[in-house]
């Protein structure tokens, strides 16, 4: 049986705090992950994402649909996975 995560996500630099609390599969990729964030925070297909695990080593995607402007790889919504 796989085992799920809860996951805190925040989107940083937004006033009031935005977040939602998410359970995932452990096995979750970040392509999935990036979909559901997009879905639990009323999202449709933001070009960009960047996520930065606790260790703090970020990580960049982008979605090869679209094409990103000039300083967009900058802009994201961190993600982080907070230890037990």
Do not use: C
Request: glycine share 4%.
């Amino acid at each position: 049986m796989t085992q799920a995560v809860i996951l805190d996500v925040t989107i940083e630099a937004h006033q009031p705090l935005t977040w939602r609390r998410l359970a995932v599969s452990a096995t979750i990729t970040y392509p999935q992950l990036n979909h559901l964030i997009q879905v639990a925070f009323g999202w449709y297909d933001e070009p960009l994402y960047l996520f930065r695990p606790a260790w703090n080593s970020p990580l960049s995607y982008e979605n090869v649909k679209s094409k990103p402007f000039p300083g967009d790889a900058e802009d994201g919504t961190d993600i982080q996975i907070l230890p037990g």
